[in-house]
């Protein structure tokens, strides 16, 4: 059984810090996505990566595929209220026919 | 539409009737994916179809969970005698690749078992 683990689970901090969310698994992702969700919709996708050692930059989202691929990072710069939500780091396996394994989420408040 | 639709966004059941769910996924997506979303927890895999073919009901948590996608578009998810753990937000995502593709959500259904 593939299991993801996803840390902190929550997180509360001032806008303007910086914040880093991680997401390790003991199997190789054949790929993983990262996601946000607000309250009342479904997951939002913000990134995938694929290779390993990949960087993917999104504005002030920086986001890093483990070398062996099997974890990976979130790292927030200058957080903003607007970025509260649930981020979510969902991995896709080799021979699993696509389906994702879900990280248990991480609540981010950013306060004013 | 622009994006994957689910109805009803709500539903409310008395322990021990069935309900329906139902996913429209986005035009030409090939695979369909269903995931059961606890309070606080991240989704959990349910089933997954690639055009009406089901590939993969690992993750059905028990015999009343059934889906069905019988012209390789609409899903449905049927769960017979609810029970109230069975309450949950249920997600719907579809992909156009045939594995391994992104995948894109819909705003999920709440089912609250009273």
């Known amino acids: 059984t593939q299991l993801l683990e996803q840390s902190p689970q929550f997180l509360s901090i001032q806008e303007g810090e910086n914040l880093t969310v991680y997401c390790n698994s003991s199997s190789v992702f054949s790929s993983l996505q990262w996601y946000r969700q607000e309250p009342g919709e479904g997951p939002v996708l913000l990134v995938t990566?694929?290779?390993?050692?990949e960087v993917k930059k999104l504005k002030r989202l920086t986001f890093q595929f483990g070398d062996a691929r099997k974890d990976s990072s979130l790292h927030i710069t200058a957080a903003q209220p607007g970025d509260t939500g649930l981020y979510l780091c969902a991995g896709a396996y080799y021979n699993q026919g696509g389906k994702l394994i879900f990280g248990q989420g991480t609540e981010l408040s950013v306060k004013p | 539409g622009a994006g994957v639709s689910q109805s009803p966004r709500y539903k409310v059941a008395k322990r021990g009737q069935d309900v329906a769910l139902r996913c429209d996924p986005i035009s030409g997506h090939v695979s369909l994916f269903w995931y059961q979303q606890a309070l606080g927890q991240g989704p959990e895999f349910l089933t997954y179809?690639?055009?009406?073919?089901?590939?993969?009901k690992s993750g059905l948590p028990s015999d009343r969970f059934f889906a069905e996608r019988p012209e390789g578009s609409v899903s449905t998810l049927k769960i017979q005698r609810t029970q109230q753990e069975d309450s949950a937000v249920y997600l719907c995502?579809?992909?156009?690749?045939?594995?391994?593709?992104?995948?894109?959500f819909g705003p999920g259904t709440r089912l609250t078992v009273t």
């Open positions: 990566v694929v290779t390993g050692g």
């Open positions: 995502a579809s992909s156009l690749a045939l594995a391994g593709g992104e995948q894109y």
């Open positions: 179809f690639q055009n009406e073919a089901q590939l993969d």
